[in-house]
């Protein structure tokens, strides 16, 4: 029952959190981790632990196949050069910064081990930072860039986790014996994810319930990440790639009514992994520090803000140097010079990929308690000092936004208002078409006068319907406490308003 308790008060205690964060503009990740470091010094609190086999799986798995699901494969290739410089030109610096860092600070420290802790700490969060940036216009290609190296960074660190772990745990490391069981794993990865998306979209609509469609969207998370890992494969890649494979064709295979109920529970699933996870670290730094004296422990700390120094210079380094080269060969753009540069590299915080593969090392790991505290001390750091003054710095820098998925969108709607206006025939055969025929053409006037073609987000009637539809949920309320109606019978309406009132809000009010 104690567990319950907790379980209760902690995700009560997110919710305060989050709503706090999304009132300063900041990371919700920021105070998460506040949360579970508080959790470290409280006394009373439940001595909880995770299976190590089971963090990567539970925590990555379906925070990487959401993130996937919603990555333009378009935008990846038309931004491949400045996302795989980051993806991986970043991650292996950082890697090898933090490791050389470790070597230095902690000579007794396994080489092996010190390139994973670099490798914990390496791959940026993207929940963390577009967080914020949903609350700052910044250009299109920098949040396309940054969605795309918190895509592939993942990989690239994970597999370098993965080594740095099997040497650390064999005691030795054979580049010839692993290069072709990599190189076979990162290609079969790649064939692997969309085969199995083909097999899941031909699946999935045998179970058109939202409850049941939802419930295979996660079996399918979990289950392929478990298939790669039996295949010794990378489950990262093999997720991603099914992940944008399936985006291609869920239109076809998913109704409307679940996808809108689905796209509320995924976000709700990764609020909650994000909970656990940094509550789950938060509950082992107090043993940790129990375990260490006192030299121990000034020896953590020093490390800890070492390795988080390390990991915000080099990342500043890489983007800055990486950004003032490509000037120099393409030229200046909007995406290029100092100031972008500058919001791309100071971004980089790190969230919940860093705990759950600190939480994944095997208990008897060599000093693993010291990578988890330093892992958990950099995810904190980043996030309270880059995640609170990433939103002001954005404002100071004044990015400007072009709009390019605005005026796409416009474009497309102008499209489809032409489309749908076409299937109504001619006027005079029916009154409620002719009704809906005046709105479609005012609403193509209003696209043919713009300059770019840009339809508007909703039709002119709308608003009069939302108000409409206001009163109707007056006058059923008053039915329903005046007990003229009965419960089923106001939910049964109250639902036909709600999906009535969602078609006549323009997606940025609802």
Known sequence: MLIFE???????????????????????????ALGGAA??????????ALDPELALALFLAPVLLDAGYDTSLRDLKANWRPIGGLALGAVAATTAAVALVTHLMIPGMPLAACIVLGAVVAPPDAVAALSVLRHVS??????????????????????IYRLGVAAAVAGSFDPAKVAPTFLLGVVGSLIAGPVLARLFVMVAPRFPDAASAIVMQFVAAFGIWLVAERLELSGVLTVVSFAITVARYSPGITAPRTRIVSYAVWETAVFVLNVLAFVLVGLQIGPILDRLDGGEQSRAVALAAAVFATVVVV?????????????????????????????????????IVTVATALALPQDFPERDLIVFTAFCTVLGTLTVQGLTLNPLLRRLGLEDDDPVGLETGRARAEAYAAALDSLGQAGEDGAADALRAEFAAALQEAESHEEGVAP??????????????????????????????????????????????????????
């Open 315 to 351: 990342r500043l380094l890489w983007v800055l140097l990486a950004n003032g080269l490509r000037g120099r060969i393409r030229g200046r753009d909007s995406s290029t010079g100092f100031r972008p540069a500058l919001a791309i590299s100071w971004a980089g915080m790190r969230g």
């Open 457 to 510: 987000e909703s039709l002119p009637a709308d608003a009069a319907r939302r108000r409409a539809i206001a009163a109707a949920r007056d006058t059923v309320l008053r039915l329903r406490r005046e007990g003229r109606i009965g419960d089923d019978a106001y939910y049964r309406l109250e639902e036909e308003f709600d999906w009535a009132e969602l078609n006549a809000t323009p997606r940025a009010e609802a």
């Open 6 to 32: 907790w379980v209760v008060a902690v995700l009560f205690g997110a919710v305060l959190l989050a709503a706090l964060a999304r009132r300063l503009g900041a990371p919700y990740p920021a105070f998460l």
């Open 138 to 159: 910044l250009p299109h290609r920098l949040t396309t860039i940054l969605r795309g190296e918190s895509l592939l960074n993942d990989a690239g660190s994970l597999l």
């Open 39 to 48: 959790l470290a010094f409280m006394p009373g609190v439940p001595d909880l």
